[in-house]
Antibody, heavy 122, light 113 residues
Framework: EVQLVESGGDLVQPGRSLRLSCAAS????????MHWVRQAPGKGLEWVSG????????RYADSVKGRFTISRDNARNSLYLQMNSLRLEDTAFYFC???????????????WGQGTLVTVSP | DIVMTQSPDSLAVSLGERATINCKSS????????????LAWYQQKPGQPPKLLIY???TRASGVPDRFSGSGSGTDFTLTISSLQAEDVAVYYC?????????FGQGTKLEFK
């Protein structure tokens, strides 16, 4: 069974940093791109970032570009999101999701983890 | 960026009746080289992550009941639930994957009438 388990969510002050992790199991991790998608409480879905199978290509939403960095460790079957200069509007549940191909382009997302909550507040 | 707009925002349907959700993209998401529409549909129940229902606009994901179907091409798409069951109450999202700046519709909340 494919499983994605996020961790690292917390309450942080604006301007601070946080690192999210996603542990993957049940599939060949380095055969697929991976993504982060967020959802503010009670709101819709926003794609945040994606990474291809071997870390060589990454993409970001304009809202996080220059502040967030996605990475992966295929030896550990893990995906990461380093979030710097956090803003109030970054408050959301952050889901990791498996992409549908080896490239981070042209992906649907399946499955999704349960999510981890990041709260940015003074 | 491609903007995805769903209609309606909410929908109340009786048990056993048909539910129809629409999704419109701001530009065509039909790739002419392979004649595929780069559109997916997801279902999200309260307190749960989204679940993939449909990809390539009309292909059901593994394990998805056949009462769920997707249709449309170019810029206009539809998710249809042929006979609403109790477990189908959820928020439904469309997503385009034509552009590498992926985008979702705002969601349609499906409830019982």
């Amino acid at each position: 069974e494919v499983q994605l388990v996020e961790s690292g969510g917390d309450l942080v002050q604006p301007g601070r940093s946080l690192r999210l992790s996603c542990a993957a199991s049940g599939f060949t991790f380095d055969d697929y791109a991976m993504h982060w998608v967020r959802q503010a409480p009670g709101k819709g879905l926003e794609w945040v970032s994606g990474i291809n199978w071997n870390n060589s290509s990454t993409r970001y939403a304009d809202s996080v570009k220059g502040r967030f960095t996605i990475s992966r460790d295929n030896a550990r079957n893990s995906l990461y999101l380093q979030m710097n200069s956090l803003r109030l509007e970054d408050t959301a549940f952050y889901f990791c999701a498996k992409g549908s191909t080896i490239s981070e382009t042209y992906n649907w997302f399946d499955p999704w983890g349960q999510g981890t909550l990041v709260t940015v507040s003074p | 960026d491609i903007v995805m707009t769903q209609s309606p925002d909410s929908l109340a349907v009786s048990l056993g009746e048909r539910a129809t959700i629409n999704c419109k993209s701001s530009q065509s998401i039909l790739y002419s080289s392979n004649n595929k529409n780069y559109l997916a549909w997801y279902q999200q129940k309260p307190g749960q992550p989204p679940k993939l229902l449909i990809y390539w606009a009309s292909t059901r994901a593994s394990g998805v009941p056949d009462r769920f179907s997707g249709s449309g091409s170019g810029t206009d798409f539809t998710l249809t639930i042929s006979s609403l069951q109790a477990e189908d109450v959820a928020v439904y999202y469309c997503q385009q994957y034509y552009s590498t700046h992926y985008s979702f519709g705002q969601g349609t909340k499906l409830e019982f009438k």
